[in-house]
């Protein structure tokens, strides 16, 4: 899985989701905007995280690992039992 890059910096948080509160838009395919990156943080439980390239990439992601978005690249979650997270987001320094 890939890992931020140095030069990104912090711009906002979603509230905390747990399994019955995930936005039905995470469980299935979406990207993030041009420049701009994401951090799925585990609180508790587990996540199945899918990077939908080819090939394709199958994470669980825990709170000692966390799920890396990266711009524009297509991805969804599924949960796998009780769970709480919530995503950072990051923008490239040189993109606005």
């Not at 890939?2 to 509230?15: A, C, E, G, H, S």
């Not at 990077?51 to 990266?70: A, M, N, R, S, V």
């Not at 711009?71 to 040189?94: C, G, L, M, T, W």
Request: overall charge neutral; proline content about 8%.
């Amino acid at each position: 899985m890939k890992i931020l890059p140095d030069n990104v910096y912090f711009y906002r948080k979603t509230p905390n989701f747990t399994q019955e509160t995930i936005p039905k838009g995470l469980l299935h395919r979406h990207i993030t905007k041009a420049g701009s990156w994401g951090k799925i943080c585990i609180l508790s439980g587990e996540l199945k995280y899918q990077i939908l390239t080819d090939p394709g990439e199958e994470h669980i992601i825990t709170p000692d690992f966390p799920g890396i978005i990266e711009p524009e690249v297509p991805h969804q979650i599924q949960s796998i039992n009780s769970v709480e997270f919530y995503v950072k987001f990051y923008r490239a320094s040189d993109h606005k």
